[in-house]
C-alpha cells in the first residue's frame, strides 16, 4: 500500500471518540489497498506496507480492529471484515507458537464481549484446546514454541510477550486448562519478573531449573507485556496479583510515566517506543478499582501519546495515523511505524477513554 502524503499542520481536538473515528477512515483505505492479505507493519520512511497472506502472529490484532470498528460505527459491514479474518487464522491453531495465544484473544476477545458472537466463542474454545496440549506439565510453563520465530530453543524457553492473551485465553478452556493457566502465571513471574520491577523477555527452563536470559528490563515493551500480564491476572485472581501488579505498574510510572522509554536500553541509536507507553497504559487501565487514581494515570499516558509526534492527523482526509511502534525493520536495525498491533492497542486504549468499553473487555 502506498500512504498518501501527511497534512499535519494543526491536529483537530483529540477527544478519543474523533480519534478513534480518525483511524478508522486511515484502516478502511488501508484495507481496501491489503485486499485478503494482513498488513504487518510500515516502516516510517517506506512507503509500502508489509503484507502476510497468513497474519503472521498479528493477524489476530488486525481482525480485532475490526470489532472494535464496528462497536464504535455500527457497520455491517465492519463486522463482517473482523469475521473474515477471524475465520482465515484458524489455520494456526496447531502451529507450535505460544503466539497463538495473541492470534486467537486479540482475534476473539472483542467480537464475544462486545457482540457475543458464537464463532468467536468456537474459536476461543478450540484455540484454549488446541494451547493446552502444549502446557509444559513437569515444569509448569507454557513454552514459546519452535514456530515464528521461536526456533529449536523454543521448546525450552519461557517467554512473556503473550503472557496475558494467555492467561485469558486459557480461561475458554476446561478446569484443568484454567488451572494451567495459573501454574504458568506463577512461572512467570518467579522466572521473569526481577526485584526492581523490570522483567526479563525469556527465560530458559529445563529439568536443572530456570535461567533468564539478558537483562531485565532492557527492552521496553518487554516490560509492557508484563505488566499488562500482571493486570490480566489481577483482573482473574485478584487477591494474588493485585498488590503485584499495582507495585510495579507504580514502579513503571516512576521511572517513565513523564518519557516513552528507550525501546532497548543500550539501544544504539536510542530509539523510543511509544507503544510501550501504550501498553502500559491498557495495564493501568485495567487496575481502575472506581476511585480512578490507576484510569487518570493511564489517561495521561495516553494524551501524551496524542499530543506527540508519533500520531498525526492529515487534514485533509481526516485520517489519523500512529507512527509509534518500534520493531526490528526489513534492514535488520530497529526502527519506528505503524503495527497492526499498535492500531488496536490504540483504538482499545481510546473507547476505555471514551466510556465505550470497559477496561477488561479484552
Known amino acids: ?142 513454552p514459546l514454541g519452535s514456530a515464528l520465530g521461536g526456533g529449536p530453543n523454543g521448546p525450552q524457553t519461557l517467554n512473556v510477550d503473550a503472557f496475558a492473551a494467555l492467561l485469558r485465553l486459557l480461561q475458554y478452556g476446561d478446569e484443568t486448562t484454567r488451572d494451567s493457566a495459573r501454574r504458568h502465571a506463577r512461572s512467570v513471574t518467579q522466572h521473569l519478573l526481577a526485584d526492581d520491577g523490570n522483567f526479563y523477555t525469556n527465560a530458559s527452563i529445563d529439568t536443572a531449573g530456570a535461567r533468564p536470559l539478558g537483562r531485565a528490563g532492557q527492552w521496553a515493551r518487554g516490560n509492557s507485556w508484563g505488566l499488562l500480564g500482571l493486570a490480566s491476572a489481577a483482573r482473574l485472581w485478584d487477591s494474588q496479583y493485585r498488590d503485584l501488579a499495582e507495585r510495579h505498574c507504580d514502579l513503571w510510572w516512576q521511572r517513565h510515566g513523564q518519557d516513552f522509554p528507550p525501546s532497548q536500553q543500550d539501544g544504539d541509536p536510542v530509539i523510543p517506543d511509544p507503544s510501550a507507553t501504550l501498553i502500559t497504559a491498557i495495564a493501568m487501565y485495567k487496575l481502575d478499582g472506581g476511585d480512578n487514581h490507576w484510569r487518570d494515570r493511564a489517561t495521561r499516558l495516553l494524551q501524551q501519546l496524542l499530543d506527540s509526534p508519533f500520531f498525526s492527523w492529515n487534514t485533509s482526509s481526516g485520517e489519523a495515523r500512529f507512527f509509534g511502534c518500534s520493531f526490528r525493520g526489513t534492514a535488520g536495525g530497529e526502527t519506528l511505524g505503524e503495527t497492526a498491533w499498535g492500531y488496536f492497542f490504540l483504538l482499545q486504549a481510546l473507547l476505555i477513554a471514551a466510556g465505550a468499553i470497559d477496561p477488561d473487555t479484552i
Not at 91 to 117: C, V
Open 1 to 142: 500500500m502506498t500512504t498518501s502524503a501527511q497534512a499535519t499542520v494543526a491536529k483537530p481536538a483529540t477527544a478519543p471518540r474523533s480519534c478513534a473515528r480518525a483511524i478508522g477512515r486511515y484502516l478502511s483505505r488501508l484495507a481496501e489497498d491489503c485486499g485478503d492479505a494482513v498488513p504487518l507493519f510500515r516502516e516510517q520512511h517506506n512507503p509500502q506496507w508489509q503484507l502476510s497472506a497468513g497474519g503472521s502472529w498479528m493477524g489476530g490484532f488486525w481482525s480485532g480492529c475490526w470489532w472494535l470498528q464496528a462497536h464504535l460505527s455500527g457497520r455491517a459491514a465492519d463486522r463482517a471484515r473482523a469475521l473474515s479474518i477471524c475465520r482465515q487464522l484458524a489455520a494456526k491453531l496447531h502451529q507450535d507458537t505460544q503466539f497463538r495465544s495473541m492470534i486467537f484473544w486479540y482475534a476473539t476477545a472483542p467480537g464475544i464481549a462486545l457482540f457475543n458472537h458464537p464463532s468467536c466463542r468456537e474459536l476461543a474454545a478450540a484455540a484454549a484446546r488446541a494451547l493446552a496440549q502444549s502446557f509444559n506439565e513437569r515444569l509448569s510453563f507454557y
